[in-house]
């Protein structure tokens, strides 16, 4: 807002500056008018100054930052630092410094262009087994915007670099030295990335910040070992592969044996049936005969269809 003001006064001035070059070249001015234009002037020149003073006195914090102030005279900070929005300050009695609390990332990366620095910035590190990672890593962090006076005080504006990435390079090398390559690399990346969030929570807490999040972007490790890790996976995949298929034919067998056992339990039954009731099949082979049928003629063993005998005779 300062220059905003201070270019209103300096064009306010040369307006009526102007109109003075014009008069002096039309014959100059009375004393009355050049009373009046000392008085013009000196008016000027304290608009100027006020402007300028009110201009530099306003001050806007933008949504998602704060803005620590530090009195020089009192060496002291406000209590506070000052939320979004407009505020008077007095200029020249207060440094200002403004901070952003909101979600910020730090990547090293083997990819250039892609972290904070352009170049391979990829942390090496070594495992419990003498097995040497390049990992590729994110931190979500932010600023506690309590405590930024404090890390005003003790760290200032350069965190990222005084704090965040030496810290993460110390904590990614302290976990990954407590683990083998391989589990790493597969079974203990969560585990590890668990570790990695509480060792760095602490350290960026005690320096007035806060930990979001840890992201474990990448394991690169030696070619060789890659390849074994790769060899084991396809052979798990194998293993799993056949076990279904054994576990599937199981299966159908059990199918077919259980299938079996249900046909030879019902003939079992009606093989009981039949012979606690013999004249059954008898009574099965009559309810069987076509209803045009009048008369049937039997020894107990033969069934004789005398109206079929007679309709052939005729």
Same mark, same amino acid.
């Given at each position: #807002?300062?220059?905003?003001?201070? #270019? ?9 500056? %102007?109109?003075?070059?014009?008069? @002096? ?11 009046? #234009?000392?008085? #013009?002037? !000196?008016? +000027?020149?304290? $608009? ?34 000052? *939320? ?5 300050? @007095?200029?020249?009695? =207060? ?7 909101? /979600?910020?990332?730090?990547? @090293? !990366? ?32 932010? +600023? ?14 350069? =965190? ?13 090398? !302290?976990?990954?030295? $407590? ?12 585990? /590890? ?7 760095? !929570? ?7 910040? +806060? ?17 074994? /890790?790769? *060899? ?9 592969? @056949?076990?279904?298929?054994? *576990? ?57 269809? $005398? ?5 052939? %005779?005729?």
């Amino acid at each position: #807002m300062g220059p905003l003001f201070t #270019m209103i006064a300096i064009v306010i001035g040369a307006i009526i500056l %102007g109109n003075y070059a014009k008069r @002096m070249s039309e014959g100059g001015f009375t004393k009355s008018e050049l009373a009046r #234009m000392r008085s #013009m002037v !000196s008016l +000027l020149v304290v $608009l100027v100054v006020v402007l300028a003073f009110v201009g530099n006195s306003i001050v806007t914090v933008e949504v998602g930052n704060r803005m620590v102030l530090f009195n020089r005279f009192t060496k002291q900070f406000t209590a506070q630092p000052l *939320e979004p929005g407009w505020t008077l300050v @007095m200029p020249g009695v =207060y440094e200002r410094k403004l901070y952003n609390v909101q /979600i910020q990332e730090y990547t @090293m !990366s083997a990819t250039q262009g892609e972290g904070d620095r352009q170049q391979d910035d990829a942390i090496t590190v070594r495992s419990s087994d003498g097995l040497e990672m390049d990992i590729d890593l994110t931190v979500l962090f932010s +600023l506690d915007d309590k405590k930024l006076n404090e890390l005003h005080y003790n760290i200032g504006s350069n =965190y990222r670099e005084k704090i965040i990435r030496p810290s993460v390079r110390e904590a990614i090398r !302290s976990v990954f030295a $407590l683990h083998e390559a391989t589990a790493a690399y597969s079974t203990e990346r969560e585990s /590890i990335t668990q570790e990695l969030g509480d060792r760095l !929570s602490s350290v960026l807490a005690d320096n007035n910040m +806060l930990l979001n999040e840890v992201l474990v972007r990448n394991i690169k490790l030696p070619d060789a070992v890659t390849e074994k /890790i790769n *060899e084991k996976k396809a052979a798990q995949q194998d293993a799993e592969r @056949m076990k279904y298929v054994l *576990e599937k034919a199981e299966q159908e067998k059990q199918q077919v044996l259980i299938e079996a056992q249900a046909q030879a339990e019902k003939i079992r039954v009606l093989n009981d049936a039949l012979v606690q009731n013999p004249n059954y099949l008898k009574w099965l082979a009559i309810d069987k005969l076509n209803d045009d049928i009048q008369l049937v003629v039997t020894d107990g063993n033969t069934l004789l269809n $005398l109206d079929a005998l007679d309709r052939n %005779g005729q």
